[in-house]
């Protein structure tokens, strides 16, 4: 791979692609859908819910925490995980703009 070059981007815009990259994949999609389906719920349920083994679901986990989409706590042995409403708006956010620019613009752009 080559070099990314984050550094020539803002931070808005590097963190705006930290959350597309984790919301690029399925397994990641169904989770998110799970946990607005049951609010907040541990990693075994996931497991239960998903055809993924339980150390693939962790990896998916650890990548939507890790990008600010869901956040865990500590509950005995398990970790009990929820949406991060904070992660969410910077995506609504975004996609606002986006749909703000093409309500004033429409005309044919190309």
Do not use: W
């Not at 690029?24 to 239960?48: F, M, Q």
């Amino acid at each position: 791979m080559g070099i990314t070059k984050t550094e020539h981007f803002t931070d808005e815009q590097n963190q705006l692609a930290v959350l597309a990259k984790a919301l690029g994949h399925p397994a990641r999609i169904a989770i998110l859908e799970y946990l607005l389906k049951v609010n907040t719920c541990i990693c075994g349920d996931i497991v239960s819910e998903l055809p993924l083994a339980q150390p693939t679901v962790s990896q998916h986990l650890k990548e939507l925490k890790n990008a600010g989409l869901i956040k865990g706590s500590i509950e005995g042995n398990s970790i009990c995980y929820c949406i991060n409403e904070v992660g969410f708006e910077k995506i609504k956010s975004f996609f606002q703009e986006i749909t703000n620019h093409l309500e004033k613009k429409k005309t044919q752009c190309c």
